[in-house]
């Protein structure tokens, strides 16, 4: 009595193994989590603690440019790293296409105070008058 037949070894496979494929997506599903809040941040800032209430106005996420300080003096604009002359030229251009453009600064605590005043004249300049210094939101010891 044969064990194998011929008859089976010609039988071709109609299935698909999915199993590695989910493996794949599974870890670029991690990596994915794991990476995004990484580059949704800029620069490693210590902020001055502040009290304060949150803003009542209803601000868009179009409208908020986000400009960082840090304590060497680097400058960056939404995740870009920058010069002070390109952060103002492009400022600018975002201002004359929205007027209701609002500037988030945020210094590191130990930055020089010059390099924020730097900044602020940049703006005033353009016209900007919307504008927030940030701080950290927990409350004084």
Known sequence: MRRFSQRNSLVTLSDINITPLLD??????????????LL????????????????GNQLQKKDIRTVEVSPQGYYVLDTHPMKLAQIGQRLAADFRSNPNLLVYIRADKN??????????????????????????ARPRP
């Not at 599974?26 to 990476?35: K, N």
């Not at 949704?40 to 803003?55: I, M, R, T, Y």
Request: glycine share 8%; charged share 25%; aromatic share 6%.
């Open 24 to 37: 794949l997506a599974f870890v670029l599903l991690i990596i994915f989590v794991i990476t995004t809040p």
């Open 40 to 55: 949704e941040k800029g620069l490693d800032l210590q902020l001055p603690s502040g009290v304060g209430k949150a803003d």
């Open 111 to 136: 930055a020089r105070v010059e390099l924020l005043t730097d900044i602020l004249d940049q703006c005033r300049q353009i016209g900007i008058t919307r504008f927030s210094v940030r701080s950290d």
